[in-house]
């Protein structure tokens, strides 16, 4: 079977069932029975969830864990300004786009007026695949080209335009025809800053170059702007050249906000904003609803215009009365509360104390990120700074015993992904780093065991 990073760096595996609680096997067997075998499992042992508030979720038995990974439930679980907003819209009006309301535009005017003036133009969708799907239907009807780079462990998303541009589906995944990969700006491995920014806006182009050798038109640059799924890659110097080179080719920069987004890597709230650039597309999704599945793309009005001008759209949920209520709620909890701010702050502080930690820990390579998304890389050798997924997945298998949630990302599964609510307290994240701690301190163990 395909083995895909995204997929299953983190996955449960029938040979760990013999361990598990008959309850949980028997749940497990009634998946596999009606859901197929597409889907994964986190964890060796899974979690059972029953209830979820604020930074916490609980499972069947009771036992509290600290959630450090679901940035969809972004301004904590089961927030109360959400669930009101819900309930209140699904009694009063639940319709779709074809009928004036008022809500949707006061909504897209607020939402609009977080971007750069230039990127003045919203649709909406249901999920972040939907939204880079129409992104690249609308890069492709603008530049009249089909070519799409990406880089090299990228996940983008399920439709089949989308999948065909995520490589992280899988080695045994059969990318688009239309599809080049270029080499992702780990400013661990290849230097920072400029020198970072110049040596990938040098892959982008040999990307472009690769798809027009081939005989293929470029569309366009999609990237996630924190690359998650390449490992958590965080130096902002990197976007303004890798734009530039996407134009020189005659192809349009898709800003990925889908992770990124909603001051989920600080005060800037865009993760292309702290690169500095004004991308041509930007597609949002996951903590936009809290929960409610709500996603957009955004644009520039000449671009989104000019496909508009010729194809009709049409979602019948995308923009409806229930989700943009909820998405609704999300954006004033987040300006309200002013969490951009504090997302800036707490992830400082989480960065500093597990690089204390790394002092006493050599198996932490490296701790990057921005906001509250954190990437800390596992090696075995911190001179030759080799991966090691292991130690890796012993960390999130054990940090889960220990109650605290987290995951896997990059090429080698060996980058803890961290990426705690933005309603964190500086006492959740004291607690997470004790965790941390202690997690780093059993594995070290085991490990020279
Ligand atoms: N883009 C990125 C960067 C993602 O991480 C994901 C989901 N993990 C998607 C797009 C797709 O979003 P959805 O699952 O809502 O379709």
């Known amino acids: 079977m395909t ?134 239907r609308i890069a492709r009807h603008a530049t009249g080209g089909t070519g799409v780079v990406v880089t090299a462990e990228a996940y983008h998303g399920t439709t089949s335009l989308v999948a065909d541009v995520s490589p992280a589906m ?52 999609l990237a996630d702007t924190i690359f998650a799924s390449d490992g958590v890659l965080s130096d902002p110097a990197v976007l303004a050249p890798a734009l530039r080179a996407t134009h020189q080719a005659g192809a349009l920069f898709i800003a990925d906000e889908v992770q990124p987004g909603f001051a989920r890597t600080g005060s800037a709230f865009w993760g292309f904003a702290r690169h500095d650039v004004v991308p041509d597309l930007v597609t949002l999704g996951k903590p936009m609803g809290n929960g409610i599945p709500v996603s957009a793309m955004v644009g520039r009005r000449d671009i989104v215009g000019h496909f508009g001008a010729t194809v009709p759209y049409f979602n019948t949920f995308g923009g409806s009365s229930v989700p943009i209520a909820a998405a609704q709620a999300v954006l004033d909890v987040i300006q309200q509360e002013n969490l951009p701010a504090r997302s800036e702050t707490l992830g400082e502080l989480l960065r500093a104390g597990v690089r204390s930690l790394a002092e006493r820990h050599p198996a932490i390579g490296d701790v990057r990120g921005a906001g509250l998304f954190l990437g800390v890389e596992i090696v075995s050798d911190r001179q030759a700074r080799t ?44 607690l997470l780093l004790e965790r941390l701690d202690e997690a780093l301190t059993l594995c070290a163990a085991t490990a020279t065991v």
């Open 170 to 221: 899988g080695k045994d995944y059969v990318l688009g025809s239309f599809t080049e990969l270029a080499a992702a700006p780990d400013a661990y491995r290849q230097g920072s800053g400029h020198q970072l920014g110049a040596w990938f806006a040098a892959q982008i182009t040999a990307a472009f170059h690769r798809l027009r050798a081939r005989g293929i038109r470029p569309a366009a640059f």
């Open 3 to 136: 083995r895909s990073t995204i997929l299953d760096g983190n996955s449960f595996s029938t040979t760990d069932a013999d361990h598990l609680p008959p309850e949980d096997h028997a749940l497990i067997a009634r998946r596999q029975r009606v859901l197929g075998p597409s889907y994964r499992l986190f964890y060796r042992r899974p979690v059972h969830l029953v209830r979820s508030a604020g930074t916490r979720v609980w499972d069947a038995e009771g036992r509290e864990y600290l959630d450090a990974y679901n940035n969809v439930a972004s301004i904590g679980h089961a927030h109360p300004a959400v669930v009101e907003a819900v309930h209140r819209q699904m009694g009063t009006l639940s319709t779709h786009s074809r009928y004036l309301q008022r809500g949707v535009l006061d909504y897209a005017e607020q939402l609009l007026a977080t971007f750069p003036q230039d990127l003045d133009t919203v649709m909406f969708t249901n999920s972040g695949s939907e939204s880079n799907d129409l992104a690249l």
């Open 387 to 430: 991966p090691d997924s292991v130690h890796a997945l012993e960390l999130v298998n054990t940090l889960r015993d220990l109650g605290v949630l987290i995951s896997v990302a990059g090429p080698h599964n060996n980058v803890l992904k961290i990426r705690p609510q933005l309603v964190y307290t500086e006492a959740d994240i004291a």
